[in-house]
């Protein structure tokens, strides 16, 4: 017979809860008082957007609003404030950051939630490495809020206070996969299926005739890079192809890569930092891509947000981020799911 659990709001729940919870506003008010320190603005980005986001898996909560004349405007919950923060900086904004509820669908396990609380932030006029350095600090923040010396998730280890290290995904598929990644990205941004193909297959892992070229590198990295990174301390994973960055700028020394990284720790993605794209007529191609690949996935497919586009017309060069908050706060309570540091989880259980 299964026993269920008791509920969060029973009171011998949430006296159980409870320090977790009160740790995590303790990182909130640290994490706001660090970028006040560096003359950031906070902003709030409305949850009701035209375009939730064009990334082929990304999966959104529809609704719509209801005019006085009986019409219906349809809206999706936002699953990042990056549209509206990209907005802001074409209007002038140059140092800024959200930290609120995003909502995403299709999504719920230990490290999953479909509220959660999103930590995104920009500098104008400053390089992507800045944004390392940015999060190398909040996770000595957090650490220092919650008086440990390190984090641990699922027999996992790492030291806060380290240094991250910086790897590149083709340094990090060579090291953990044996393979030549770039050997099958050509410079125009086109991919070598076949070839990454009859490279898992050298490698020994599992393949599907239907497997695109990102079904192959999705695997990889989930079954053999994923696990390897942030163990000892912090790893930032760099210069993705840049067919997995559809919203960053091509790098300078090599246009296969994209100026994007992903921080993380204890083998737990926490951050997905960005070069930002500024080219509107590149974002609306790679949108349309996506969407196109979505649609041949999901069956569905979202709007543009054509306002987004013509403010990238006018933005200025700049790096941004989204980190996982409640991520953060789990690593730094050592809780085993991340409904355990939200403070009133969405009804229905992931497991």
Known sequence: MTVEASPWWTPHVHADRRPRLLLRNRIAAAIRGFFASQDFIE???????????NETHLSAFATAEIRPDGSEQPFYLHTSPEFACKKLLAAGEQRIFSMGPVYRNRERSALHHPEFTMLEWYRVGETYQSLMGDCAR?????????GVRKFAFRNREADPYAAPERVTVAEAFQ????????????????????????ALVQAGLRTAPDDTWSDLYSRVMVECVEPQLGQGRATVLCEYPIVEAALARSAAHDPRVAERFELYCCGVELANGFGELTDPVEQRKRFEADMDEKERIYGERYPIDEEFLAALAIMPDASGIALGFDRLVMLAAGAARIEDVIWTPVAGRWG
């Open 138 to 146: 909040l996770l000595a923040l957090a650490a220092d809020q919650a």
């Open 43 to 53: 902003v709030d980005a409305a949850a009701l957007q035209i375009s939730p986001g």
């Open 175 to 198: 090291r953990h996969a044996g393979i030549d990644l770039l050997a099958t990205v050509a410079a125009d941004g086109g991919t070598d299926r076949e070839g990454l193909h009859a």
